[in-house]
Structure formats: C-alpha cells, structure tokens
C-alpha cells in the first residue's frame, strides 16, 4: 500500500513540471524559394603542429628524381669521317700517317717512298674549308725517296686531306691522298712540362717516362738511359725516321743520354726502333 502511494504522488510530479527539451536547430537551412537542401560546409579540422592540415590533391605530376648529368674534367673527344687512301705507286708511308689523330698539328708533311721522287713533285694540305695550309716548295730529301713540305702555323682542330702528286726520274706522274686530324683534347693526357728549359725524360725497360710531355718552344729534352740494355730515339715513321731527324739517336747505352732541342710548335711522335714490337713510343707536344 505504502508503495502504491509514492507510486501515485511521482506521477503527480511529473505531470506538474513542465520538462521542455530543445532540439538544436538544424545546420542546414531551407532555401526560401526551394525545398531543395543547401550542402552542409566542410568540416574545419583543427590544426597544430602535431596534426597539419591535409593537403590538397596535386593536379601535376608526381615529382620525379633528378640526376644530373655525370660532368668530365675533359674534354669530350671528337670524331672524324675519314675518306679512303688513295696510294700513288711506291709509296710507303706517312707523317702523319692516314687516319691518324694528332693532339696538336704537325710540324710538316712527310711521304716516304721505295723509288727514287724527281723535281716536279707536289704536296697539298686542306682543311675542310679549303683553305691551303701548305708552307713553301716540297723538298726531297734522304737520298731522293722522301717528299716534305712545312705547314702553316694555327691549324685548329677538324680534318684534313693530304693529296700530293709524285714524279720519277723518267718525267712520270703519279697522285695520291690520305686524310689525318686534330683534336686538342688529347693532350690532356700529356705532362705538362712548359716553362722550362730542359727536361729529361727517362727510358726504364720498354718504357719513355713521362711518355708523353708538353713542352714551350727551345726546349731541350734529354733522354736518359736508367735501365740495363740499349735503346734508340728515333722519329717517325718506322723504319724511315724521315719525319724530324734531329731527334734520331745512335744507340744509347744503359747510363747515357741523348739530347735535342725543339724551336717549332707541333707534335713530334717517336719511339725506341729497337723495341717497337714492346709499345716503346713517346710523344711531345711543343706549344707557345
């Protein structure tokens, strides 16, 4: 009984207070003119530095590792498009020899032949302009078997084409052309020896060292034997020696030397005649 009593009076209670709850208004309005919803806003995130703002979606590609090119202190060799020879009768060989590659220009044009070359005989040089590098009249020289003319200082790096047309003694006529080129970037290989007015290089078993020197014009080089058999320093080409003969030696002993000096700018090649098959070759460059 006692229960149903406080039963009775809570409902009383309840029905006396007046326990209005308010509902929020709606975030999304109606549009006065339509009955259509309105999209709700985006939601703003809150941010920090523990919790950056997300970032849009990228409309460019995605970014890619760049690489850059692999640099040389070098420079970058050149390449050549070398014609055929085209080789008179008797003809032997050359200085510069045909397709061969020169660091810096040569000093002349050297044609060494089997038969003896007569008064008559005539050398050309050009370079991919035409213009005529030659300098002077041909000589003949080592016993009538060798045509030689001097060429025109500032031959720059490119291709050039030899033609040259050779006479025997009977007034008969014969021509010929080879091609050689220049590029400087080869001497980056060479020592660098300039300002001075000597230096030696050594010859040690099958080896010039350094092999391959830059040097200022009157230099004089000294070869010095340090090892223990004999050798040569001999000019282009082999067997001839024809190119430079100032720089052919006798045979230089072990503990001897041999000496010459360089005046005209150009590159002069030369080799041990007794160890060519040992790769016993040598090279100087002569620059202002």
């Known amino acids: 009984m006692k229960k149903l009593s406080l039963l009775v009076v809570a409902v009383l209670f309840v029905s006396a207070c007046d326990f209005s709850i308010s509902t929020p208004a709606l975030t999304t309005p109606v549009s006065p003119s339509s009955s259509t919803l309105v999209p ?108 030689k003319i001097a060429l025109k200082s500032g031959m720059l790096d490119g291709l050039y084409k030899v033609t040259y047309y050779a006479c025997w003694p009977d007034k008969s006529c014969h021509d010929g052309e080879f091609s050689f080129a220049i590029d400087s970037s080869k001497k980056t290989v060479y020592t660098d020896m300039r300002n001075q007015t000597s230096v030696t290089v050594s010859m040690k078993d099958f080896n010039f060292e350094p092999r391959q020197i830059i040097i200022s014009p009157g230099t004089k080089v000294t070869w010095s034997n340090e090892g223990s058999f004999g050798h040569f320093v001999n000019t282009e080409t082999h067997p001839e020696h024809t190119y430079f003969p100032e720089q052919n030696s006798r045979e230089v002993a072990s503990g001897e030397s041999f000496s010459t000096t360089f005046q005209i700018p150009g590159q002069y090649n030369y080799h041990c005649s007794a160890h060519v098959p040992q790769n016993m070759l040598g090279s100087i460059v002569v620059v202002n």
């Open 40 to 147: 709700p806003q985006d939601f703003a995130a809150p941010t920090s530095p523990l919790f950056p703002p997300p970032s849009s979606p990228s409309t460019t590609a995605p970014a890619q590792l760049i690489v850059p090119p692999t640099s040389s202190p070098f420079p970058v060799p050149l390449t050549f498009s070398f014609d055929k020879q085209l080789k008179s009768p008797h003809f032997v060989d050359s200085t510069p020899l045909h397709e061969e590659i020169y660091a810096a220009q040569p000093i002349n044009i050297t044609i060494n032949f089997n038969f003896d070359v007569a008064v008559g005989s005539k050398i050309s040089v050009t370079s991919t302009d035409n213009k005529e590098w030659t300098d002077g009249n041909v000589v003949i020289e080592d016993n009538n078997t060798v045509l």
